[in-house]
Structure formats: C-alpha cells, structure tokens
C-alpha cells in the first residue's frame, strides 16, 4: 500500500517502511476531516515492546486529568508522566530508539490505524470496531475478513517485528478506575482494570508532522 509523505518533500512510503525511527503504521487526521496531520511510527520490537504482560496503566484507581483523548497519545501520555505512577506510559517515555526520544502510549484511534495496516493474523475481525474519523482516509466498522493480514512480512504472525494476538494498553483513559485496550487479534477494543494484577502488552509509537 503506497502512502504519500507529505513532509519530506513527497518521498513515498508504504506500510511498513522503516523511517523516522521506526516502522511507518499510517497516517492519522487529528483533525478528523481526512487531512493528515501526522505519520505514525510503530517502535521496533526489539527495543520498544513490552511483550510479556507485565505493566499497569497506572497503580491505583482512580482518574488521571488529560488522558481523555482517543487520537493524540502523546499529549495523553505527557499527562501520565507529569502525574506519575503510571508504568505503562513511562516504559514509552523512558526509550531512545534510534536517535527519537519522543515515543509515548498510544491513543485509541491511533492503534486502530496501525491495527488496521499491520494486523498479524489471518483471523476473523471484530465487526462491532474499526469506525475511524481520525484515519486517512475515515473509515467504518471491520468486515470478518476485511482488514486482512499484513503483506508486510516481518509484521506477520511469526516475523521479527509481528503484534502479540493480546490486548495493549491504550494512553486512553475509560473512567476512573479503567484504560482501554486494543487486541491484535481481531482489532477488538475494551477496557482493563488501570492496576490490573496481570497488567497488558505495551509498544510504543510516535509521530512526524506532515
């Protein structure tokens, strides 16, 4: 799939590309009106995925002022750190991968974009999720087999780079005591407990201005 990067002097790109520190996921509209206003950016496996589980959104229960946002996880996530106590935004915060230290937790519809691009699996999608006036272009609910899996290799179930099938932490917050997640499995989107005993996967991701 070829997408146009409108920042650096019309250069294409498609899904995939390694760029800007990172794996291009797609382009997202803060502005919700099918203008892209960034290209998302999936951190390496290697080096900015938390795949084991283990990280809390937060460790108590209760509200974190400016984490409301479904489309800009970074602002999301500066809240977080600023209030402290939250492992999963902080793991984001925390990295430097390849000169870029501006990786934070994703927002919901920044995820669906790159679930939508690089899903893992051949499986059957949620077709309740996928409606996204953020994306470029919008998008509506899932089909059972539309997005299909990834062509890009390495995203695929078994590469170097693939999603886990579980859910992932979103910089998006619920309510008080829940933070939605996302699962790579079929592009389903819930919430957890935010200091869940098990806690959920974390990749982080960022942004270029276009």
Same mark, same amino acid.
């Given at each position: 799939?070829?997408?146009?990067?409108?920042?650096?002097?019309?250069?294409?790109?498609?899904?995939?590309?390694?760029?800007?520190?990172?794996?291009?996921?797609?382009?997202?509209?803060?502005?919700?009106?099918?203008?892209?206003?960034?290209?998302?950016?999936?951190?390496?496996?290697?080096?900015?995925?938390?795949?084991?589980?283990?990280?809390?959104?937060?460790?108590?229960?209760?509200?974190?002022?400016?984490?409301?946002?479904?489309?800009?996880?970074?602002?999301?996530?500066?809240?977080?750190?600023?209030?402290?106590?939250?492992?999963?935004?902080?793991?984001?915060?925390?990295?430097?991968?390849?000169?870029?230290?501006?990786?934070?937790?994703?927002?919901?519809?920044?995820?669906?974009?790159?679930?939508? +691009?690089?899903?893992?699996?051949?499986?059957?999608?949620?077709?309740?999720?996928?409606?996204?006036?953020?994306?470029?272009?919008?998008?509506?609910?899932?089909?059972?087999? +539309?997005?299909?899996?990834?062509?890009?290799?390495?995203?695929?179930?078994?590469?170097?780079?693939?999603?886990?099938?579980?859910?992932?932490?979103?910089?998006?917050?619920?309510?008080?005591?829940?933070?939605?997640?996302?699962?790579?499995? +079929?592009?389903?989107?819930?919430?957890?407990?935010?200091?869940?005993?098990?806690?959920?996967?974390?990749?982080?991701?960022?942004?270029?201005?276009?």
């Amino acid at each position: 799939m070829q997408q146009m990067l409108v920042g650096l002097g019309a250069v294409p790109l498609a899904i995939g590309d390694f760029t800007e520190g990172g794996y291009f996921g797609g382009y997202i509209s803060q502005n919700a009106n099918g203008v892209a206003t960034h290209g998302l950016i999936v951190a390496p496996a290697a080096s900015g995925y938390n795949s084991q589980n283990t990280l809390k959104w937060k460790n108590s229960s209760d509200s974190t002022y400016g984490t409301q946002s479904s489309y800009d996880g970074a602002a999301n996530t500066a809240a977080m750190v600023s209030a402290g106590n939250h492992p999963a935004a902080n793991y984001c915060n925390g990295l430097t991968i390849n000169g870029y230290s501006d990786w934070y937790l994703p927002a919901r519809f920044e995820f669906e974009i790159i679930y939508r +691009n690089l899903k893992p699996t051949t499986g059957s999608n949620s077709t309740s999720k996928g409606s996204n006036s953020y994306a470029v272009p919008a998008t509506s609910n899932y089909s059972s087999s +539309n997005p299909g899996q990834t062509a890009v290799t390495v995203f695929q179930s078994g590469g170097s780079e693939a999603f886990n099938t579980g859910f992932h932490w979103l910089s998006t917050e619920e309510d008080s005591l829940r933070g939605a997640t996302l699962s790579f499995s +079929n592009g389903n989107q819930q919430d957890d407990f935010k200091n869940s005993a098990q806690g959920n996967l974390v990749r982080a991701i960022r942004k270029f201005s276009v």
